[in-house]
């Protein structure tokens, strides 16, 4: 472990991690794979100023094997909408989302979740903001979803289902709660580290 001047750690073993409470998303899942519930669900999304973001694609196993996106996680302080972007495709009113300046995306890792999207469809990303820039200025050194949530929030995230199949007809509980879990921490980080 490592410490810094501004007395908090830059870094975490995994023994540590494992020390800390077990959490997860506690609000409203909203799984979104029509288009009228699509355009509903970025209404309420865009009432906010920021929104946690990720995506998750079934693994592939197979060298040279690549799947496209299966889901796309928005996070709200106390709703995630999972849109299964498999069922609705990249709509115009979700590209307006992605394309929008004036609304926030937080997430980590985003160039790879990006650079997936834009194989379903080209667009130009814009309002999306890059975690670990902000925890990289405040002096942390890990930048793992796993790591960085129990350095900013105190607590660990189960990462179980991050290899299951996100292309599945129906999307299992824990499914869910990890992929609704995944975007929140986002948003709740940035708000820690703004705060």
Not at 22 to 28: Q, V
Not at 94 to 109: M, P, R, S
């Amino acid at each position: 472990m490592t410490e810094r001047k501004n007395n908090h750690k830059a870094t975490i073993e995994h023994s540590e991690i494992q020390s800390l409470p077990l959490k997860a998303f506690e609000g409203k899942i909203v799984v979104v794979q029509e288009h009228t519930k699509l355009v509903r669900a970025l209404d309420e999304i865009k009432e906010h100023d920021a929104a946690g973001f990720d995506t998750e694609t079934r693994p592939a196993f197979v060298k040279g094997q690549r799947y496209n996106v299966a889901l796309m996680q928005l996070a709200l302080p106390h709703k995630a909408f999972l849109i299964r972007v498999q069922a609705t495709g990249l709509t115009p009113e979700l590209l307006d989302y992605l394309q929008d300046k004036d609304k926030l995306k937080v997430g980590l890792a985003l160039r790879d979740d990006l650079a997936a999207l834009q194989r379903l469809k080209r667009f130009k990303p814009e309002g999306f903001l890059e975690l670990t820039h902000l925890t990289r200025q405040a002096g942390y050194e890990a930048e793992s979803i796993k790591k960085l949530t129990a350095l900013l929030l105190g607590f660990r995230i189960s990462k179980s289902a991050q290899t299951s199949n996100w292309e599945a007809p129906t999307l299992t509980q824990k499914q869910l709660q990890y992929a609704a879990t995944d975007a929140w921490v986002c948003l709740e980080m940035y708000k820690r580290l703004k705060g």
